[in-house]
């Protein structure tokens, strides 16, 4: 099953995701696409696969992409390839942009859909400027995409609210694990269990 977990940039949701992979077993990252520049604690092929921009116009020429979407004047996009390969094998989750899980649903309408909200807004504020990776300017951009994204809330099949990342994170790994019970997902796993019912006499 797909997991998209979006949100407004310091909401928390990579640092979420990275606590469920680690805790829950048959989970995927799927990996990113971007242009822009890695940061110092980035792995290539962890974090993103970081692309030229050249190359990713061509993805996009060529259909390649899943979603995609321009932030701050980079491309980020998901290949349909890393979604194939990966969701055959387990559950995988998607952290992406909320353009790009707006683009996500319209094409993965069986995906289970998940907004990620800091608990007010100065808080979203300080996070941004505790990282000390960007100009007054640049966080100001980020906090005004982060106003009009969040009105977007009520689209999502869920929300975890970010206070404390114990309970948030507890939070999403209920959510994932809920949804592996669902009917439509178990039918096929249950179907020797009913048969063996219909055999009894």
Known sequence: ???????????????????VLKELKNVE???SLTTRKKRTDEKEGEDY??????RFKQLIQERMLMEWTVI???????????????G????????????????????AKKAVFIFILPPIFQELKRRLEKRGEESAEAIQ??????????RHYHEFDYVVVNDDLKKAAAD?????????C????????????????????
């Not at 290949?79 to 194939?84: G, L, P, V």
């Not at 669902?182 to 006499?201: A, N």
């Open 1 to 19: 099953m797909l997991f998209v977990i979006t949100g407004p940039s310091g909401s928390g949701k990579s640092t979420l995701v990275r606590r």
């Open 29 to 31: 990252f799927s990996v």
């Open 49 to 54: 696969y970081f692309v030229s921009e050249e």
């Open 72 to 86: 701050h004047g980079h491309y980020y996009g998901t290949a349909k390839r890393e979604i194939e390969k990966k």
């Open 88 to 107: 055959i094998r387990n559950d995988l989750i998607l952290d992406i942009d909320v353009q790009g899980a707006k683009q996500t649903k319209a094409k």
């Open 141 to 150: 951009i980020r906090l005004n995409q982060a106003k009009k994204e969040i």
């Open 172 to 180: 999403l790994k209920a959510i994932v694990l809920s949804n592996r």
């Open 182 to 201: 669902r009917l439509d997902i178990r039918q096929k796993e249950i179907m020797p269990i009913l048969r063996s019912f219909s055999e009894i006499e």
